[in-house]
């Protein structure tokens, strides 16, 4: 078992409203946001956890939400140098902050470059009125237009669009014309989802009516092609970019490396290679919890078992759309190659995965059912 490359994930659990689709951590602010008293917690949190680094540096870092973008520069900046007091961050860290492309959120995009942030994700979701409405977004189509032509005039090592699909009454021709908008915008990285309904969120209580299964699959194969068209690659199940412009820090969740989650509910996964061990650990979810100094910041820490590793593995190199080098398993997990061949063996007999000499590769079919090769394995 080898060290893996360390990233960092930090939460902030707030946003303007809650989106009737959303079941991440987020709560809709009732008052104004405790920043100083965060940004103290969220590197006591750090400071909690330094051991686990392991003396490696950080190559990435994801400022998540939530929507990070209600927090002032001046936080960032705070927080940005509290971390690299504690951590050592590679030459070229990539230091992502997720934004909303609300009219303040964009009067800060410049002071969060100069606190140290060099890409951005901004999620426009739809660039229709009437949808972004149903969606119960805040921002308007123009204000997601300026906030995409905003981040190409600063200095960024990339920025990220995220663009849903299949949304609520959807025609294909809409969901075109969204991805036209999209891609006039010239983003170097686009995260195209299709709308899932999450339990336990509005959606879930009151549906929405969705276009039907011949509609989703006509936007995704058209839409697809157009994004190919216009020189995004595929990497990963819903992420296209152009060359030189992955995302570094999801890449490494799904090629099993380590990362340090800070903030509320975040979680850490990481790899005690001297003992031969993978740990996860969660962090207290809400933020009341979170923020009382009286209670410990993790909210549970457990090993994970030798025997569910490979689930673990797959799960996540599955997602890109690229051969999954052999030798990554016996590093990252641990375990023998014959394990990873006796976990894919029924998705290999089924077509759904092929073995190369030194890697496995999903075929186009296994691609269109990825949780089918997990299923076998289980
Ligand atoms: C943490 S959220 C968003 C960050 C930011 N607060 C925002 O809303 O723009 C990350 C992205 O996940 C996507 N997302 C959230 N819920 C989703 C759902 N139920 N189905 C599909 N995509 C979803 C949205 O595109 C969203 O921008
Ligand atoms: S989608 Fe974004 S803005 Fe909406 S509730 Fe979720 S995190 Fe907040």
């Keep these: 078992m080898k ?44 400071r909690a956890d330094l051991e686990w680094a392991q003396a490696r540096p950080i190559t990435s870092i994801f400022i998540g939400g939530g929507t990070p973008s209600l927090f ?41 470059v100069a606190a140290g ?32 032509q905003h981040a190409r005039t600063l200095v960024l090592r990339s920025f990220n669009l995220d663009l849903m699909h299949g949304l609520p009454e959807q025609t294909v021709a809409a969901a ?24 336990n969120t509005s959606f879930a209580s009151r549906p929405p009516r969705l276009p039907d299964d011949e509609v989703l699959w006509e936007i995704y194969q058209r839409g697809h092609e157009k994004l190919a068209a216009a020189g995004y690659q ?36 990481i790899t005690l290679a001297d003992e031969q061990r993978i740990m996860r650990c969660e962090k207290i979810k809400h933020p009341q919890g979170y923020l009382d100094l009286t209670r410990p910041l993790r909210y549970r820490t457990w090993e994970v078992a030798a025997s569910e590793l490979p689930f673990e593995f797959f799960m996540n190199l599955l997602r890109l759309n690229e051969p ?12 023998a190659l014959s394990v990873a061949q006796q976990a894919l063996a029924p998705a290999i007999s089924k077509g759904l995965v092929v073995e190369q000499n030194e ?13 089918s090769i997990l299923d076998e394995m289980v």
Excluded at 130 to 146: N, V, Y
Excluded at 324 to 335: D, S, V, Y
Excluded at 359 to 371: E, I, V
Aim: overall charge negative; proline content about 5%; some cysteine.
């Design 324 to 335: 999954m080098q052999k030798q990554l398993f016996t590093e990252r997990t641990g375990l």
């Design 117 to 148: 942030v060099n890409r951005l994700s901004i999620g426009v979701q739809s660039l229709a009125a009437t949808q972004l409405q149903q969606l119960g977004r805040i921002h308007d189509p123009a204000q997601a237009i300026t906030a995409a």
């Design 359 to 371: 890697a496995w590769k999903t075929t186009d079919l296994g691609r269109r059912f990825l949780n």
């Design 3 to 46: 060290l893996p490359p360390l990233a960092l994930y930090v939460h902030v659990p707030w946003c303007i409203q809650k989106c009737p689709y959303c079941d991440f951590n987020s709560h809709a602010l009732k008052h104004d946001i405790p920043e100083e008293a965060y940004v103290n917690r969220l590197l006591d949190d750090l």
């Design 176 to 199: 075109m014309a969204d991805l036209d908008g999209i891609i006039a915008l010239e983003p170097p990285h686009i995260s195209w989802y299709q709308l899932t309904i999450e339990p």
């Design 234 to 269: 595929n990497y990963e199940v819903s992420a296209y970019a152009k060359p030189g412009h992955q995302s570094r820090h999801n890449r490494n969740y799904w090629q099993f490396g380590d990362y340090l989650g800070i903030g509320c509910g975040a979680h850490s996964k």
């Design 72 to 112: 002032s520069a001046a936080a960032i900046a705070r927080l940005l140098d509290g971390i690299a007091a504690q951590l050592t961050l590679s030459d070229d860290c990539e230091v992502t902050l997720e934004a909303n492309p609300g009219t303040f959120e964009q009067a800060r995009f410049a002071g969060f």
